[in-house]
């Protein structure tokens, strides 16, 4: 076995310590040059943006509308109220009250309110003041409009977003011409069939013409009566006309079958999965997330306008009111801000999931009943230069989310619209959808018609 020993400090040498009075520690040390990226962090502003938009659950929304409005539509009025206001063609002198309706009817912010002011007092001590008088300006015999409901009497803004769709929502396609024949100049359809195609025909092909883009190229498939045929080619001889022609060969075509004047067609990607890539059609919900007081608005400051207001000093109206002024068209710049930030969470779409996109919607409240309420929904192909579509006809376009309030004055019976609250629908954009590229694709957005009330504003000497 080894023999250990310890051997106490004072043995190692002569008058040793008895304790360790050092402690060595050993330092290992590292020198390298401090490069300049070494200490800058360079940060994506772009990336950073999508980083924080991400996470973000709630959004401030704000932003400014201009409002270009041309009035063209020239008529008079058996309510005698409005006849005194009309902007007119001439200046009264020559008793021809023939006008058009004061801008004051389609402005976001209306001029014409009601006001009341203190006038100013004058005493020599308190014993001689007898109170306060007051003078009005406006008028009150049609509607009171004051500067608080102003910004909220014409046309009232929300929130939305698209929380379903439908396939069911009735169309009309027309042509020119005084009679309709369905297939010949009228097309009646669904949003859930397709989109409309005018058809032209050759010795060798059909050339289909849409009044929108067909979002189809060259080697897809079109879907008619329940057939797909290969699209050949697109377009012609004009420009941009690959968005909206198709060339298809007769020679698919079985013997004996034509094509009519007017046909509805659905986009195929992949002939030999009809069922899986044939695009489907449909007409967007939207749910209303705000309610009419939740978003303030008022004119932008320092901003100017390119258009000059239109109006004029009158000689008389037909009340026989001299020098009235009179305005036809102005142009409108305004800001508007939600005051409370909208959150998404819980919130989903049409397709399940949670929304992208958030729509300022809006809707035109028809405050004064000067036109026929609820307006009709239509879309970009339902509007033609020359005559009204089919389409608009009946009250199975109307906007059956919007709803109004008859309100009898001088006989007459004018309805005006009521607000809408949260969790009302109304009706959006006509869309695209195919299940294999999973993405929608906007056909038209919607458009609301709005008519004058006949028995308010008697269009008849339109000019055309």
Known sequence: MEKKQIILPTRKYENAPSEELQVRIGLDEEKSLLRIDDRDIILDLSEQFKTERDECVRYKIYGKIKMIFRNLYLGTSPYDYLENKLALEGNGED???????????????????????????????????????????????HQKVTPITAPYHNWNIYLSHVYSHTKTFPMKYTLSGATKTEGSNLLTFTSGDGIPFRVSSTVNSYKLISPIKHGMSQGEYIIINSTPYYISSVGDEYYDSQ?????????????????????????????????????????????????????IMDKVGFESLIFEEERKLLFQNKNGDVDPLVERNRMESVLFDFKVPVTLTGLTNNLNYTPTEVYVTTLFRNGNGYFNYPPKVGYSFHIHDYWIDDHFIGTSTNETGMTSTPMIVSGITFYTGNTLTKGDVVTGAFVEYNPMEMKERVISESFHKIISNQLVFDLSLIHI
């Open 95 to 141: 008793l021809d009250f023939s006008g058009y309706l004061p801008y004051d009817e389609f402005a976001f912010l209306r001029k014409d309110i009601f006001r009341e002011t203190t006038n100013d007092v004058s005493i020599g001590s308190l014993s001689g003041f007898t109170g306060f008088s007051i003078t009005t300006t406006g008028d009150t015999l």
């Open 243 to 295: 968005n909206y022609v198709l060339n298809l060969y007769k020679t698919q075509f079985l013997t004996g079958v034509t094509l009519n004047q007017l046909v509805i067609g659905k986009r195929c990607t992949n002939v030999n999965n009809i069922t899986g890539s044939t695009s489907e059609y449909y007409v967007h919900k939207h749910k209303i997330l705000t309610s009419t007081n939740d978003y």
